[in-house]
């Protein structure tokens, strides 16, 4: 692996990269691991390092099962990282896009943007001029929006919560939040973002091999050089049989993009149009499911109680897994349908959905990690013509929809302005709103999806997210009925089960009884 000092920054300001806490020896540790598969006891890290003959047996077996493939080895050792000024699009490209993480990241729903928290990259000075111009005017547009937005708000808080003092310093804080949720969706991609991450160490090493894949080759080359360097300091080892990133060119993408079947130069708005069109009116269109999923389900129930099919009709089975007045795993504060028996049966049933999420939304989306979804190159749908989400609240207001389709139209110009300036295409995607639509297809079992589901049929959550959520669960209802009548949000799942408070969020509770309606009266504006 190359030193990080060998990379150059071609953004501004650099990632910041802190290591918080690791294991003491993770080389050692997985040589370690290893060991023990084939050992009458357990090796420990001092074992294979106590003198040159083991540490020479230690690289060997290092090098050989590295090379092999085997590397759950390597997945021991975790490292924690403290990440600032991290774009939102690295996070979302990189650092999101795969299961194998977890992360706390300041949320741009709950805390307001600072103006001059934002990536710069490499630009000449006038292309740059033409960058900061656009980042002001979104940044001014924030604000804007939120003074526009914030009359509507305090109408429907006060619909919601009649008996409130809404002159209240802690539901005058509610309000701004709800307003600069909505406002958001004008912010740049290129806006930054502190957060906590943390990874395995074969998690890491896939950084270092894949940090220039796209859509943010430079900025993502800088922040996995100085992940990779703050553990090199602590274990020099570690990175002792890494492979040098790839190019971008080596990378099947690219190879396509500059090959025969990717065919002349196009305009990305034609596929954009086909595919919403396939979307026929819906954010989220189910395109795909296994036909026989209930089926299948309710003979999983069976054959893990011993029950023969004439003692449990399928109905009956599908309720002990779905239903929470009888399975109680579903009410419980943590999520255990993983780790229960009943509740694997829902492994089965598998569906995949076309989606169309504004950026912001899908950086919320993609946090449901076993929902994966194959998101796309950002440069094969960005089209000169604007294209963005229009968040329902904004809809709700024609001052605020005007102002916000005048600022669209404004950063489409001033993007195709950078453009013809000589600018990358990179660079100019730190430009795109948060509301650019990401187009995709997202696949998962029913057991992943009833997680998601619960959760964001929640009406605190983020309203896009909340809608798609929505629009699945009617749609699987149609061709799972057996199982489509247990998922509604999750204080309905709690009243089901006994469990109280139904809602447990405390002063966060949405004003609305969700647990007394039928899915079909579910509407939300805020």
Avoid at 158 to 174: D, I, M, S, V
Wanted: proline share 5%; hydrophobic share 35%; with cysteine.
């Amino acid at each position: 692996m190359k030193n990080a000092a060998q990379f150059v920054s071609s953004a501004a300001p650099e990632p910041v990269v802190k290591l918080i806490n690791a294991f003491d020896s993770p080389y050692d540790n997985s040589v370690a691991t290893a060991r023990t598969c084939y050992s009458s006891r357990v090796i420990y890290a001092d074992d294979v390092r106590k003198d040159e003959s083991t540490r020479q047996r230690r690289d060997s077996i290092a090098k050989s099962i590295y090379l092999a493939g085997h590397h759950t080895t390597l997945q021991h050792a975790t490292f924690q990282f403290v990440l600032e000024k991290v774009s939102r699009q690295c996070i979302w490209s990189f650092l999101h896009s795969h299961p194998f993480y977890n992360s706390e990241q300041v949320s741009q729903r709950y805390v307001s943007v600072a103006p001059e928290n934002f990536t710069i990259p490499l630009l000449n000075s006038e292309q740059k001029e033409l960058y900061l111009s656009a980042v002001n005017m979104l940044m001014g547009a924030y604000v804007k929006l939120q003074e526009l937005l914030t009359p509507v708000v305090e109408l429907e808080y006060k619909r919601l919560f009649p008996h409130r003092n809404l002159t209240e310093k802690r539901w005058q804080g509610a309000i701004k939040k709800r307003c600069q949720e909505v406002a958001r969706y004008v912010l740049p991609v290129a806006t930054h973002a502190h957060l906590y991450h943390t990874i395995s160490g074969v998690t890491l090493l896939r950084y270092a091999r894949l940090c220039r894949l796209y859509d943010a080759p430079a900025e993502q080359r800088v922040l996995a050089a100085k992940m990779v360097a703050a553990v090199e300091e602590k274990d020099p080892d570690f990175f002792k049989n890494a492979e040098d990133p790839l190019t971008l060119e080596e990378t099947p993408e690219h190879r396509f993009f500059n090959s025969q079947e990717a065919g002349p130069s196009r305009d990305p708005s034609r596929f954009c149009q086909e595919f919403d069109q396939s979307l026929g009116g819906l954010t989220s269109k189910l395109a795909d499911y296994k036909v026989n999923g209930q089926k299948v389900m309710a003979g999983a129930v069976r054959s893990l109680l011993g029950l023969l099919q004439s003692e449990m009709t399928d109905a009956q089975a599908i309720s002990w897994v779905m239903d929470p007045a009888k399975n109680s795993y579903l009410s419980e504060t943590l999520n255990v349908t993983h780790h229960t028996k009943l509740s694997r049966a829902m492994a089965h049933p598998h569906f995949t959905f076309r989606k169309k999420i504004s950026h912001t939304a899908d950086s919320q989306d993609q946090r449901h990690r076993t929902t994966p979804g194959s998101r796309p190159v950002l440069a094969r749908h960005f089209s000169r013509t604007p294209d963005y989400v229009l968040p329902k609240l904004i809809r709700s207001d024609a001052s605020a929809q005007d102002y916000y389709e005048s600022v669209m139209e404004d950063l489409w110009l001033r993007m195709e302005a950078l453009l013809n300036s000589g600018a990358e295409m990179e660079a100019t995607l730190y430009l795109l709103p948060n509301a650019f639509p990401i187009r995709f297809e997202e696949s998962g079992s029913l057991l992943d999806f009833h997680h998601k589901w619960s959760h964001r049929l929640c009406y605190t959550a983020q309203e896009e997210i909340w809608q798609n959520c929505l629009e699945e669960v009617r749609q699987v209802r149609e061709i799972a009925p057996e199982i489509a009548q247990y998922l509604y949000a999750p204080c309905t799942q709690r009243a089901a089960a006994g469990r109280k408070p139904f809602c447990p969020e405390g002063d966060r509770y949405c004003g609305v009884p969700v647990w007394t309606q039928t899915l079909n009266q579910y509407e939300r504006i805020l």
